[in-house]
Protein backbone atom coordinates (compact mmCIF):
# COMPACT_ATOMS: atom_id res chain seq x y z
CA UNK A 1 0.00 0.00 0.00
CA UNK A 2 2.85 2.77 0.54
CA UNK A 3 4.76 1.83 -2.46
CA UNK A 4 1.38 3.10 -3.96
CA UNK A 5 0.41 5.92 -1.74
CA UNK A 6 3.79 7.96 -1.80
CA UNK A 7 3.84 7.84 -5.87
CA UNK A 8 0.44 9.09 -6.04
CA UNK A 9 1.09 11.54 -2.92
CA UNK A 10 3.90 13.14 -5.29
CA UNK A 11 1.57 13.08 -8.57
CA UNK A 12 -1.10 15.27 -6.30
CA UNK A 13 1.43 17.48 -5.26
CA UNK A 14 2.69 18.03 -8.71
CA UNK A 15 -0.97 18.89 -10.25
CA UNK A 16 -1.55 20.98 -7.51
CA UNK A 17 1.33 22.61 -8.15
CA UNK A 18 0.78 22.86 -11.68
CA UNK A 19 -2.90 23.99 -11.50
CA UNK A 20 -2.12 27.11 -8.65
CA UNK A 21 -0.26 29.46 -11.13
CA UNK A 22 -1.92 31.40 -13.44
CA UNK A 23 -2.37 31.44 -17.38
CA UNK A 24 -1.85 34.41 -18.68
CA UNK A 25 -2.42 33.14 -21.84
CA UNK A 26 -6.54 32.77 -21.12
CA UNK A 27 -8.14 33.35 -24.49
CA UNK A 28 -11.19 34.63 -21.73
CA UNK A 29 -8.11 37.36 -20.61
CA UNK A 30 -7.28 38.17 -24.12
CA UNK A 31 -10.59 38.72 -25.63
CA UNK A 32 -11.38 41.26 -22.79
CA UNK A 33 -7.98 43.24 -23.25
CA UNK A 34 -8.87 46.47 -25.36
CA UNK A 35 -7.50 46.11 -29.16
CA UNK A 36 -4.97 49.04 -29.18
CA UNK A 37 -3.73 50.55 -31.95
CA UNK A 38 0.20 49.15 -32.20
CA UNK A 39 0.09 46.30 -30.46
CA UNK A 40 1.96 42.74 -31.05
CA UNK A 41 0.10 39.59 -30.42
CA UNK A 42 2.90 36.19 -31.02
CA UNK A 43 6.16 37.18 -31.93
CA UNK A 44 7.47 40.32 -33.21
CA UNK A 45 6.78 41.21 -36.45
CA UNK A 46 9.75 43.06 -38.47
CA UNK A 47 7.58 45.91 -40.95
CA UNK A 48 10.48 45.94 -43.17
CA UNK A 49 9.48 43.83 -46.04
CA UNK A 50 5.76 44.05 -46.11
CA UNK A 51 3.66 42.35 -48.92
CA UNK A 52 -0.13 43.42 -49.47
CA UNK A 53 -2.80 41.45 -49.08
CA UNK A 54 -3.92 41.98 -52.87
CA UNK A 55 -0.33 40.51 -54.17
CA UNK A 56 -0.10 37.61 -51.65
CA UNK A 57 -2.15 34.76 -54.01
CA UNK A 58 -0.17 35.70 -56.87
CA UNK A 59 2.82 35.55 -54.57
CA UNK A 60 1.83 31.86 -53.38
CA UNK A 61 0.93 30.60 -56.76
CA UNK A 62 3.15 27.33 -58.05
CA UNK A 63 4.41 27.44 -54.46
CA UNK A 64 3.53 24.39 -51.79
CA UNK A 65 3.70 27.65 -49.51
CA UNK A 66 5.44 31.21 -48.81
CA UNK A 67 6.78 32.68 -45.76
CA UNK A 68 5.95 36.54 -45.56
CA UNK A 69 4.68 39.68 -43.91
CA UNK A 70 1.35 40.51 -45.33
CA UNK A 71 -0.59 44.12 -44.74
CA UNK A 72 -4.53 43.73 -44.84
CA UNK A 73 -7.68 44.92 -43.21
CA UNK A 74 -9.87 42.25 -41.19
CA UNK A 75 -13.17 41.42 -42.18
CA UNK A 76 -14.11 39.35 -39.33
CA UNK A 77 -12.51 37.56 -36.35
CA UNK A 78 -13.35 34.80 -33.82
CA UNK A 79 -15.91 36.49 -31.52
CA UNK A 80 -15.69 33.59 -28.94
CA UNK A 81 -11.88 33.32 -28.12
CA UNK A 82 -9.83 35.68 -30.66
CA UNK A 83 -8.47 32.73 -32.28
CA UNK A 84 -8.33 33.37 -35.87
CA UNK A 85 -9.52 36.23 -38.23
CA UNK A 86 -10.04 36.56 -41.82
CA UNK A 87 -8.60 39.60 -43.86
CA UNK A 88 -9.86 40.76 -47.29
CA UNK A 89 -7.79 39.73 -50.57
CA UNK A 90 -8.40 41.11 -54.12
CA UNK A 91 -11.34 40.91 -55.73
CA UNK A 92 -13.55 40.77 -52.27
CA UNK A 93 -12.19 37.36 -51.33
CA UNK A 94 -10.96 36.46 -47.53
CA UNK A 95 -8.37 34.55 -46.20
CA UNK A 96 -8.26 33.12 -43.07
CA UNK A 97 -6.05 33.49 -40.56
CA UNK A 98 -4.89 31.31 -37.37
CA UNK A 99 -2.23 31.46 -35.21
CA UNK A 100 0.73 28.68 -34.94
CA UNK A 101 -0.31 26.35 -32.08
CA UNK A 102 -2.73 28.58 -30.52
CA UNK A 103 0.19 30.30 -29.25
CA UNK A 104 -1.51 33.82 -29.00
CA UNK A 105 -5.11 34.93 -29.46
CA UNK A 106 -6.73 38.49 -30.49
CA UNK A 107 -9.03 40.81 -28.60
CA UNK A 108 -12.23 40.06 -29.73
CA UNK A 109 -13.76 43.76 -29.67
CA UNK A 110 -13.18 46.34 -32.64
CA UNK A 111 -11.59 44.28 -35.53
CA UNK A 112 -13.54 44.54 -38.42
CA UNK A 113 -12.16 46.81 -41.24
CA UNK A 114 -9.05 47.26 -38.50
CA UNK A 115 -5.39 47.20 -40.82
CA UNK A 116 -3.13 44.24 -38.97
CA UNK A 117 0.24 42.86 -40.16
CA UNK A 118 1.15 39.58 -39.85
CA UNK A 119 3.84 37.01 -40.45
CA UNK A 120 3.94 33.54 -41.01
CA UNK A 121 3.20 30.90 -43.61
CA UNK A 122 0.39 30.82 -46.64
CA UNK A 123 -0.28 28.08 -48.41
CA UNK A 124 -3.25 26.15 -50.32
CA UNK A 125 -5.43 23.85 -48.44
CA UNK A 126 -8.87 21.54 -48.39
CA UNK A 127 -10.91 23.27 -45.61
CA UNK A 128 -13.36 20.30 -44.21
CA UNK A 129 -16.87 20.86 -43.47
CA UNK A 130 -16.46 20.47 -40.02
CA UNK A 131 -13.69 23.20 -39.92
CA UNK A 132 -15.84 25.41 -42.53
CA UNK A 133 -18.76 24.96 -39.66
CA UNK A 134 -16.61 25.80 -36.86
CA UNK A 135 -15.40 28.27 -37.88
CA UNK A 136 -18.70 30.16 -39.08
CA UNK A 137 -20.29 29.28 -35.27
CA UNK A 138 -17.30 31.13 -33.64
CA UNK A 139 -18.07 34.36 -36.01
CA UNK A 140 -22.06 34.04 -35.19
CA UNK A 141 -23.30 32.61 -37.86
CA UNK A 142 -26.98 31.52 -37.51
CA UNK A 143 -27.99 27.70 -37.41
CA UNK A 144 -28.86 27.69 -41.16
CA UNK A 145 -26.11 29.46 -42.62
CA UNK A 146 -23.97 26.83 -40.88
CA UNK A 147 -26.23 24.32 -41.91
CA UNK A 148 -25.51 25.48 -45.51
CA UNK A 149 -21.88 24.33 -45.65
CA UNK A 150 -22.04 20.92 -47.07
CA UNK A 151 -18.93 20.51 -49.14
CA UNK A 152 -15.45 21.02 -48.89
CA UNK A 153 -13.06 23.83 -50.25
CA UNK A 154 -9.86 24.87 -50.85
CA UNK A 155 -8.72 28.15 -50.04
CA UNK A 156 -5.37 29.94 -49.37
CA UNK A 157 -4.75 30.03 -45.55
CA UNK A 158 -2.29 31.54 -43.36
CA UNK A 159 -0.61 30.38 -40.19
CA UNK A 160 0.70 33.69 -38.40
CA UNK A 161 3.27 33.31 -35.91
CA UNK A 162 2.89 37.16 -34.97
CA UNK A 163 0.34 40.08 -35.43
CA UNK A 164 0.41 43.44 -35.05
CA UNK A 165 -2.84 45.68 -35.01
CA UNK A 166 -2.59 49.02 -36.62
Known amino acids: MKKIAFPLLIAASLFACNKSKPDTTAPEAVAQQPAAKGTTYGTTVSEAEVLPAAALAEAVAGKDSL ?4 AAEVVESCQAKGCWMDVKLADNRQMKVTFRDYGFF ?3 ENLEGR ?3 FTGTAKREMVSVEDQRHFAE ?3 KSASEIAAITAPKEELRFVADGVILK
Open 67 to 70: QATV
Open 115 to 117: QVI
Open 138 to 140: DAG
Open 106 to 108: LPV
